[in-house]
């Protein structure tokens, strides 16, 4: 018969780690044949139950003793379970029905099996012969009658669902596991101190049955779907328990049987031996006793008292000669090294360990035999199963009576355990010191009543105060608040103090060290009230760069209106029907209010509209500006002139709307009829009239000066048009970074936060229904967040706000590589300066257009980038290998064809005061370089 220390461990220590290894792993497998499981339960959960149920009935009938009576019913209550559990399966809703029928049956075969532990401490006496076989059909008819009903109950859905496929079981499930596992671990432990007492092998087995029965029933608990690995860890289990069980009762039935008595007197017989077997044992034990304290009181009082010190202790003690032989060597230091005294006394360490850790150990102990000192030091060495361990190790010289050095005594104690321990505490601290240190806002904890209990090092960088000094006055942080914001930050604490749940944001001015006052986002969590004290957890961040710059956009905004409101020439905005949606000033007889929603067509006159039509369409096909020159209703309806300038506002790459910049030139135009009439006049009177042609040429003089500062006058307005262009282009860029950063910051969080909730809400739910339901809004959440993710990348590309120009420029290389199969070279001689984010988009903006001109037309197999400086400028150059182009041929074709992509690239790296330089020759390949100064002044504030 095998050792119970060498089966019963081994055994619960594999399913254990089993069922904790795939708890851990949590792999996502169901495996349910439907043949299976009620195969498994019929051999292992019910003819092994039913087996035992007969042996209990024959012994009950024969010795009368209750406790076997409860262990037939228990075993009944199990068998009946298992053998009727596993056919359901298959079927709808099979895996909760399973469940439900074998886990009442287990609840109560666990009762029955704890009342026939608990009977015998009673002290009962044995039943009477004539009522055993009633008490027998009762016992187990009532067993079988609840039995059935469990199973009505589970089919007909008359009890709570105990599992639920996917999430493990409901709270119902639960509690009836665990009340079971109770049931069975208490009936196995007062088996095995039964079977400590008395030593009966049935008793052994029966414990450690019921021991995997309670470990199996764990696995159950832990799964989330009926058929998932840890499920069949937990079956196995039980499978094995039974299996336990059954040895017990086939061992204990095969000794009585070896009697060859009836089984009345076979039981008795067999508890007769096993009481002798005891006494005898007993009686062994109390004469080894005597011999050992003859012994130990012939030894004197202190060696006794040394003996005892070294036997009795956890740490390894022994003693060496000079020749570094063992001399004594305690029961500690035999476990060590797994080899006992009698195999290492007289022997040195060359015959424990390897020869270098030896070597080591040896030439110390001579090192401490010289000095004449103890030494307390840490040893590594490998012990007996290989492992290497760390002992504190403490060893001195041993002297004899004439004050020589006669050897050396150690005392090692294994704090391998201890070792490891600290070392993963260091380690975890150093890991939460990293996070709190990482994390960019301030986590800390604070109390209404007693002020600040915890705060990150952050919050260092943003007060400026060391961080104890806000442990010394736990006050300070509510101190530096604005006298404006104090009176609204306590009424979002009282708010979250009246509900006592939520979050709360809040954003406030602190001052800092240096009198400073800077601005806060605090987000509030999770408030704790208790009496008259509340506190949160928090987390703020400073956000006085974001106020600024928002200050910043709102004074540009108002600066770009007003320089719009007060131009001198009229300008508009219109759809693609010619619809006016917004003008700055009207001619006198017209109301701005009356006139936005109406169309252009309506103020135009004669051949003019069909000009403006064309020239309209042409700016929404070509995205590129019109200038035209038409007559329309000026001031109180008369008939002027005007020029007019048409620039699409493109937006992603889609033309939305056009703005207009109109200039009267009446007088101008009118001094031009005025000079085509006088020259007709002049030739037709040449003749007649040449004594006068001094005083004509003069006159003419004056009037060609004249439409020269006319002509002077449309270029200044021209440039001044083109520059608002530009700055209308940079101000979009500037909202676009605006609302790409309130989308992501406050949009796209928020929603995070919501699917969070959500997530734990649906944690939470029972109903499928409303678990589906759940879900679809989950998916829902997580499409918005993706879209505001996709819109936020497209109005403000993360890289180029974050990375900087140069990472953005090699980002665009590579998705251009993978998209179009062109292979670049990226080189970055020097990092560009820290642009503005406007002026590092229209950079950036730039250099993709002339890389997508280089992927469609060049035909070309490579190309080159290069970020650097020409002394004081940063300079992107790119060069490819292509057929190039003639610059005059694409010339020639945008005046005939309008297209204006090199003029508008140009005229935007013109106005931020750099240089666009195309160098090219057919067959040759193209040189593009782009040079900007460190402060481009096109984006400057108050730039017209």
């Given at each position: 018969m095998l050792r119970l220390d060498t089966i019963t461990a081994p055994l619960l220590a594999c399913f254990v780690t089993l069922i904790a290894t795939l708890y851990w792993a949590d792999p996502q497998l169901v495996l349910e044949p439907t043949a299976l499981l009620p195969a498994l339960n019929s051999v292992f959960l019910a003819l092994i139950p039913f087996f035992i149920v007969f042996v209990c009935t024959r012994l009950f009938l024969a010795v009368g003793r209750v406790p076997l009576l409860m262990l037939g019913c228990g075993m009944l209550a199990l068998g009946a379970g298992g053998a009727v559990s596993g056919w359901f399966i298959g079927q709808a809703n099979g895996?909760?029905?399973?469940?439900?029928?074998?886990?009442?049956?287990?609840?109560?075969?666990?009762?029955?099996?704890?009342?026939?532990?608990?009977?015998?401490?009673?002290?009962?006496?044995?039943?009477?012969?004539?009522?055993?076989?009633?008490?027998?059909?009762?016992?187990?008819?009532?067993?079988?009658?609840?039995?059935?009903?469990?199973?009505?109950?589970?089919?007909?859905?008359?009890?709570?669902?105990?599992?639920?496929?996917?999430?493990?079981?409901?709270?119902?499930?639960?509690?009836?596991?665990?009340?079971?596992?109770?049931f069975y671990a208490a009936t196995a432990l007062l088996c095995l101190k039964q079977y400590l007492n008395i030593r009966l092998g049935l008793l052994r087995w029966y414990a450690t049955g019921l021991a995997l029965f309670a470990t199996g029933l764990t696995g159950v608990l832990l799964q989330k779907s009926v058929g998932s690995p840890i499920g069949w860890a937990g079956r196995g289990a039980q499978y094995t328990g039974g299996i336990c069980i059954l040895i017990g009762v086939l061992s204990f039935w095969k000794s009585m049987m070896r009697t060859g008595?009836?089984?009345?007197?076979?039981?008795?017989?067999?508890?007769?031996?096993?009481?002798?077997?005891?006494?005898?044992?007993?009686?062994?034990?109390?004469?080894?006793?005597?011999?050992?304290?003859?012994?130990?009181?012939?030894?004197?009082?202190?060696?006794?008292?040394?003996?005892?010190?070294?036997?009795?202790?956890?740490?390894?003690?022994?003693?060496?000669?000079?020749?570094?032989?063992?001399?004594?060597f305690n029961a500690a230091a035999e476990r060590v090294v797994g080899k006992s005294a009698a195999e290492v006394l007289g022997k040195d360490d060359g015959f424990l360990f390897a020869p270098e850790e030896s070597a080591a150990v040896m030439n110390y102990d001579r090192k401490v035999i010289e000095s004449g000192v103890v030494n307390t030091y840490q040893e590594v060495v490998g012990d007996a199963s290989g492992r290497i361990v760390t002992f504190l190790s403490t060893k001195g010289p041993l002297f004899d009576v004439a004050g020589e050095p006669s050897g050396l005594f150690g005392i090692s104690r294994d704090i391998t355990e201890l070792k490891k321990a600290h070392d993963e505490l260091d380690r975890l601290m150093q890991e939460q010191s990293n996070l709190l240190e990482n994390v960019p806002a301030i986590i800390y904890n604070y109390s209404t009543k007693r002020g600040g209990l915890f705060y990150s090092p952050q919050v260092e960088k943003v007060f400026g105060y060391q961080l104890q000094q806000f442990y010394d006055d736990p006050m300070l942080w509510k101190n530096s608040i604005h006298p404006d914001d104090i009176g609204r930050v306590e009424e979002v604490i009282a708010d979250m103090r009246a509900k006592g749940q939520g979050e709360q944001h809040v954003e406030y001015r602190v001052r800092n060290r240096s009198g400073e006052w800077i601005w806060l986002h605090d987000a509030l969590i999770r408030p704790e009230v208790a009496l008259d004290d509340t506190i949160i957890f928090g987390m703020a961040q400073d956000i006085t760069e974001r106020k600024h710059l928002e200050l910043k956009l709102a004074e540009s905004e108002l600066k770009f209106r007003n320089l719009v409101m007060n131009a001198p020439f009229l300008v508009t905005n219109v759809d693609r029907a010619g619809t006016i949606e917004f003008i700055n000033r009207c001619s006198e007889g017209?109301?701005?209010?009356?006139?936005?929603?109406?169309?252009?067509?309506?103020?135009?006159?004669?051949?003019?509209?069909?000009?403006?039509?064309?020239?309209?369409?042409?700016?929404?096909?070509?995205?590129?500006?019109?200038?035209?020159?038409?007559?329309?209703?000026?001031?109180?309806?008369a008939i002027r002139w005007f020029e007019t300038v048409l620039?699409?506002?493109?937006?992603?790459?889609?033309?939305?709307?056009?703005?207009?910049?109109?200039?009267?030139?009446?007088?101008?135009?009118?001094?031009?009829?005025?000079?085509?009439?006088?020259?007709?006049?002049?030739?037709?009177?040449?003749?007649?009239?040449?004594?006068?042609?001094?005083?004509?040429?003069?006159?003419?003089?004056?009037?060609?000066?004249?439409?020269?500062?006319?002509?002077?006058?449309?270029?200044?307005?021209?440039?001044?048009?083109?520059?608002?262009?530009?700055?209308?282009?940079?101000?979009?860029e500037r909202e676009r970074e605006r609302i790409a950063g309130e989308l992501h910051d406050q949009v796209g969080q928020h929603l995070i936060l919501v699917k969070l909730k959500l997530q734990w809400l649906a944690n939470e739910l029972?109903?499928?229904?409303?678990?589906?339901?759940?879900?679809?809004?989950?998916?829902?959440?997580?499409?918005?967040?993706?879209?505001?993710?996709?819109?936020?990348?497209?109005?403000?590309?993360?890289?180029?706000?974050?990375?900087?120009?140069?990472?953005?420029?090699?980002?665009?290389?590579?998705?251009?590589?993978?998209?179009?199969?062109?292979?670049?070279?990226?080189?970055?001689?020097?990092?560009?300066?820290?642009?503005?984010?406007?002026?590092?988009?229209?950079?950036?903006?730039?250099?993709?257009?002339?890389?997508?001109?280089?992927?469609?037309?060049?035909?070309?197999?490579?190309?080159?980038?290069?970020?650097?400086?020409?002394?004081?400028?940063?300079?992107?150059?790119?060069?490819?290998?292509?057929?190039?182009?003639?610059?005059?041929?694409?010339?020639?074709?945008?005046?005939?064809?309008?297209?204006?992509?090199?003029?508008?690239?140009?005229?935007?790296?013109?106005?931020?005061?750099?240089?666009l330089l195309i160098e090219t020759e057919v067959g040759a390949g193209t040189r593009v370089v782009i040079a900007m100064p460190p402060e481009p002044v096109g984006a400057a504030e108050g730039h017209p």
């Open positions: 895996p909760n029905i399973t469940v439900t029928i074998y886990n009442s049956g287990a609840l109560l075969s666990g009762t029955l099996l704890f009342a026939s532990a608990i009977i015998p401490l009673l002290g009962l006496r044995d039943t009477l012969p004539g009522s055993r076989l009633p008490l027998v059909v009762v016992g187990y008819l009532g067993v079988l009658l609840l039995s059935g009903g469990n199973v009505a109950a589970a089919v007909l859905g008359l009890v709570p669902p105990f599992i639920v496929q996917g999430t493990g079981p409901t709270p119902t499930g639960r509690g009836v596991l665990a009340v079971t596992i109770l008595q009836p089984i009345a007197e076979a039981f008795g017989e067999v508890s007769r031996r096993r009481i002798s077997e005891l006494e005898q044992m007993n009686a062994q034990l109390q004469r080894v006793i005597a011999e050992q304290q003859a012994t130990q009181n012939a030894l004197q009082e202190s060696r006794m008292l040394l003996a005892n010190i070294i036997s009795g202790t956890s740490d390894a003690i022994y003693a060496k000669d000079l020749r570094g032989r063992y001399t004594l017209f109301d701005p209010t009356t006139v936005i929603g109406t169309s252009s067509y309506d103020y135009l006159d004669g051949d003019s509209k069909e000009i403006y039509r064309a020239a309209l369409e042409k700016t929404f096909l070509y995205q590129t500006p019109q200038r035209i020159i038409v007559s329309g209703f000026g001031d109180r309806g620039g699409p506002l493109v937006n992603g790459g889609r033309i939305e709307s056009a703005i207009q910049v109109t200039i009267d030139i009446t007088e101008r135009k009118l001094a031009e009829m005025a000079l085509e009439d006088a020259r007709d006049e002049l030739e037709r009177q040449v003749a007649a009239r040449t004594e006068s042609l001094t005083a004509a040429n003069t006159r003419l003089r004056a009037e060609v000066e004249e439409r020269m500062r006319a002509e002077d006058q449309i270029l200044e307005h021209q440039k001044k048009m083109e520059a608002l262009t530009q700055e209308l282009s940079l101000t979009e029972v109903s499928e229904k409303e678990i589906t339901v759940a879900e679809e809004i989950d998916k829902l959440l997580s499409q918005s967040i993706q879209d505001i993710r996709s819109l936020t990348f497209q109005l403000r590309p993360p890289i180029l706000a974050n990375a900087g120009l140069g990472a953005a420029v090699k980002w665009l290389a590579e998705e251009l590589r993978e998209n179009y199969g062109l292979n670049f070279e990226f080189v970055e001689e020097q990092a560009p300066p820290p642009f503005r984010y406007e002026v590092r988009s229209s950079i950036f903006q730039a250099v993709r257009e002339i890389l997508l001109n280089v992927v469609k037309h060049s035909h070309c197999s490579l190309a080159r980038i290069r970020l650097g400086n020409d002394g004081s400028r940063m300079v992107i150059e790119i060069v490819d290998n292509g057929t190039g182009f003639d610059p005059q041929e694409v010339a020639r074709k945008k005046s005939r064809l309008g297209g204006f992509g090199l003029f508008n690239l140009r005229s935007k790296i013109e106005y931020l005061g750099g240089e």
